[in-house]
């Protein structure tokens, strides 16, 4: 008995680093992290950890020869906390179980090696679908806190192309305008009651640095006389990726759209109707994911687990999976319970996603 756990301890970490590496290639999300260097094992933290998000930057003044200039130190970041979240996958097989498939290590090993992949399967595509969690929600205290967890709106009326946020994400708001200015000179605002131009127009970084952008689809402000996604699909998206590309700075070849089933069909059908064919994105296709497309500079892809009606666009260098232990899945040696008569089998994982709220937009029919 000790000779066999022995034997199937000793093969663990072979296997379940084999399906680690499966976990991340077989999620354009993960293994666009993992090329960026942003899947960080051994994660430093107690209980919570605190991280910095600056929300400002020191005022720029103009200044004439012989002016006074003024010294005043600056705070210019605001303090998160961030919570631990973690799974964890379980098998068991009898004594008896053991004796009837066979003697021997080459048979006692092949079936361990169903058992850990059976639950690192599990693990692999439950941790692609937490990237779409609100892990604030009630009964997701346990759950990685996904995308959802600062989706909550508060304003969207049928006119507005976009709604406000309004939520709360690592204790700190999501909610516009808690700082600084941001200009009002459109005539058609894109959110009436926000009545401010934002996310077109200028303004300061501490109006919208924890804010993510919610685009209404179903709206009709967008010009096409249409309130569906297929008419307005095409608007929507180029101008998301505009907000986000304008508001932080960033390059769109590291946005990710990741929509349901049935906005991608509706994607492709537009395009199709308009004869234009979108060639795959370039660096999803040099990870294994040929049926990504390319629309302006942004990849696009439909996964399982997006809620209907539902997509997202993430600048992938601003996401981070942390991970407290060494391994993505790491697993418990194999322990002989006398009670049940068999052997334990677990695995597990402890972490969570790390998001910057301004550098996520979501899609949705809001109104």
């Not at 034997?7 to 970490?13: K, L, Q, R």
């Not at 012989?66 to 098998?91: F, S």
């Not at 692609?128 to 989706?151: H, I, P, Q």
């Not at 069909?265 to 994911?289: C, I, N, W, Y």
């Amino acid at each position: 008995m000790d000779e066999w756990i022995g034997i199937v301890n000793a093969a663990a970490p072979k296997y379940l680093k084999t399906v680690a590496d499966e976990t991340v290639r077989g999620d354009l999300n993960l293994a666009m992290l993992e090329r960026r260097g942003l899947i960080t094992l051994n994660y430093l933290g107690s209980h919570t950890t605190e991280f910095r998000l600056k929300w400002k930057k020191p005022p720029v003044e103009s200044y004439g020869d012989g002016g006074i200039v003024q010294y005043e130190r600056r705070d210019l970041h605001k303090v998160g906390k961030i919570d631990w979240r973690g799974y964890q996958a379980t098998d068991f097989m009898t004594i008896k179980e053991k004796e009837m498939i066979g003697k021997g290590d080459y048979v006692i090993v092949n079936r361990y090696k169903d058992i850990i992949p059976n639950l690192t399967d599990a693990a692999r595509e439950q941790i692609g679908l937490e990237l779409y969690v609100d892990g604030g929600a009630a009964g997701n205290e346990n759950r990685f806190c996904g995308m959802e967890t600062f989706c909550a709106t508060g304003s969207c009326a049928a006119g507005d192309i976009i709604a406000t946020p309004s939520d709360t994400y690592f204790t700190l708001s999501t909610a516009l305008s808690q700082g600084g200015t941001w200009s009002a000179n459109l005539t058609t605002k894109p959110n009436a009651t926000h009545a401010y131009d934002w996310p077109e127009g200028t303004g300061t970084s501490e109006w919208d640095y924890n804010s993510p952008k919610l685009a209404n689809w179903s709206s009709t402000g967008w010009g096409t006389g249409s309130t569906s996604w297929e008419d307005n699909c095409e608007r929507c998206l180029r101008r998301v990726a505009q907000w986000l590309a304008q508001t932080t700075g960033a390059k769109r070849k590291s946005f990710l759209a990741t929509l349901s089933g049935d906005l991608m069909t509706g994607f492709k059908d537009h395009m199709s109707a308009k004869q234009r064919v979108l060639v795959p994105a370039k660096e999803a296709e040099d990870l294994g994911f040929p049926d990504t497309l390319n629309f302006e500079g942004v990849a696009i892809q439909s996964s399982y687990g997006v809620p209907a009606n539902t997509g997202y666009i993430v600048n992938m260098d601003n996401v981070e999976l942390a991970i407290l232990g060494s391994e993505l899945i790491s697993s418990l040696p194999v322990t002989w319970d006398p009670n049940s008569f068999g052997w334990k089998f677990a695995i597990y994982t402890f972490g969570n996603f790390i998001f910057r709220p301004r550098h996520v937009a979501k899609v949705k029919n809001y109104a």
